[in-house]
């Protein structure tokens, strides 16, 4: 039975990625061209290649919450929502395998744009340059063992993986409510969206307001620490996942007693 629900899963994630494909290949062609252009037209220049790389980053990290939109109101424009309503698969299924592909999607764009940023900034920045930066930050008090780098940098990044399900999150909650209402579907789609997002981070607001004083009591200019910083966002990151998981809760819970065929 449990091998039988986790092979619909997959099919029903198979197909989502299908559906994100060209999205995916939007991001890996844009990064390609434009790694190769400054890596063979803008050597002279290497610095200018820090905006458009930010600018390739910030489409690869966005286009999951665009999306999700496209997933999910996919089903009621092509009438599809028909076939899902009468599959032998609850809503955490259905929702669940939308939100892994579209993480996943976030996943790919990211790491390329980034991996991809960082090739070619040792390609083009010289390394006196890179030596020098990595001494300052040194005589500030910050380590710089790649160790070091490596667990803050995948502790930053998967506070953004979880950030980014918080948001998709509560899009499908809010397509969800929306598909209730036939004849404003739109307006009470972003009306719950906002609304759904304001009350989540009231509620949130407290356990955040604990943390500031963490970060004000352990980091400072004068007493900073890698390790502190490191629990700040992991425990950040378990505050939106706990948010996370209510309003994905909420979502299946909508698609399952209230959408019906």
């Known amino acids: 039975m449990q091998t039988s629900s986790l092979n619909k899963f997959f099919k029903l994630y198979s197909k989502e990625m299908r559906e994100l494909r060209p999205e995916i290949l939007v991001v890996l062609i844009a990064t ?4 190769l252009f400054f ?7 290497p610095a200018m290649i820090i905006g458009p790389s930010m600018m390739i980053l910030g489409l690869a990290a966005f286009l999951p919450f665009i999306s999700s939109f496209k997933l999910l109101g996919r089903e009621w424009n092509s009438n599809t929502i028909y076939l899902l309503l009468s599959l032998p698969a609850k809503g955490g299924s259905i929702l669940g395998s939308k939100l892994l592909a579209l993480l996943t999607q976030y996943f790919i764009g990211t790491v390329v744009v ?5 090739i070619l900034a ?3 920045f010289p390394e006196p340059g890179l030596a020098e930066t990595l001494n300052q930050a040194r005589a500030l008090g910050i380590d710089t063992r790649l160790q070091t780098i490596v667990s803050s940098g995948s502790l930053f990044y998967l506070m953004s993986v979880v950030g980014m399900a918080y948001v998709i ?7 969800l409510l929306g598909k209730l209402v036939r004849r404003f579907s739109g307006p009470v789609t972003a009306i719950v969206f906002i609304a759904t997002f304001w009350l989540m981070n009231k509620l949130m607001t407290p356990l955040w307001q604990q943390l500031w004083n963490y970060n004000q009591l352990h980091m400072n200019q004068y007493n900073f620490s890698v390790a502190a910083l490191n629990q700040l966002v992991g425990m950040n990151t378990l505050i939106v996942l706990a948010g996370t998981v209510i309003v994905f809760i909420a979502a299946v819970l909508v698609y399952n007693h209230k959408i019906e065929l």
Request: glycine share 8%; hydrophobic share 60%; net charge positive.
């Open 32 to 35: 390609l061209v434009l790694d």
């Open 39 to 45: 890596y063979f037209k803008a050597r002279q220049f």
């Open 114 to 118: 980034t991996a991809g940023g960082i």
């Open 122 to 124: 040792f390609l083009l």
């Open 169 to 175: 999150a509560i899009s499908f909650f809010s397509q």
